[in-house]
């Protein structure tokens, strides 16, 4: 089996490149990093990612809820929102997005690695790639 490959978007380099650690020592694959909207649409479209991690305030115009919006519609890949924002008007506005989670910073490693895997696990159900288990 082919590993996980995962986009992560986040403005900020050295909670991305943690990020990134953790998400090694779990087995994923990290092809690449963007800091704004219009670069995490870019890398998608180049690294084919299984799942997007998406901050929601990035760098430049665009911000994470846009962007996941436009990479749902363009490459069909679920999205992740992990932020330190969760007030009620970015939240309503996130989830018009259908995220396969949301996780606020800060989080623990075990709770990022469930969120993960139970998103990958629901897209590959809605999509008719798994079997739900009885």
């Given at each position: 089996m082919t590993q996980t490959k995962i986009l992560v978007v986040e403005d900020e380099k050295i909670v991305?490149?943690?990020?990134?650690?953790?998400?090694?020592?779990?087995?994923?694959?990290?092809?690449?990093?963007?800091s704004s909207g219009k670069e995490a649409i870019s890398k998608a479209e180049i690294t084919f990612p299984?799942?997007?991690?998406?901050?929601?305030?990035?760098?430049?115009?665009?911000?994470?809820?846009?962007?996941a919006q436009q990479i749902r519609e363009r490459f069909d890949v679920p999205v992740v929102y992990l932020t330190a924002y969760s007030d009620e008007k970015i939240l309503?506005?996130?989830?018009?997005?259908?995220?396969?989670?949301?996780?606020?910073?800060?989080?623990?490693?075990?709770?990022?690695?469930?969120?993960?895997?139970?998103a990958l696990h629901n897209y590959r159900v809605e999509k008719g790639l798994e079997e739900t288990e009885e």
């Open positions: 991305a490149l943690g990020i990134k650690k953790m998400l090694k020592n779990m087995g994923y694959l990290v092809p690449s990093i963007a299984d799942l997007v991690l998406m901050d929601i305030m990035l760098k430049g115009d665009m911000d994470g809820v846009e962007a309503a506005r996130a989830k018009r997005t259908k995220p396969y989670g949301y996780i606020i910073k800060p989080f623990e490693e075990n709770s990022l690695h469930t969120t993960i895997e139970l």
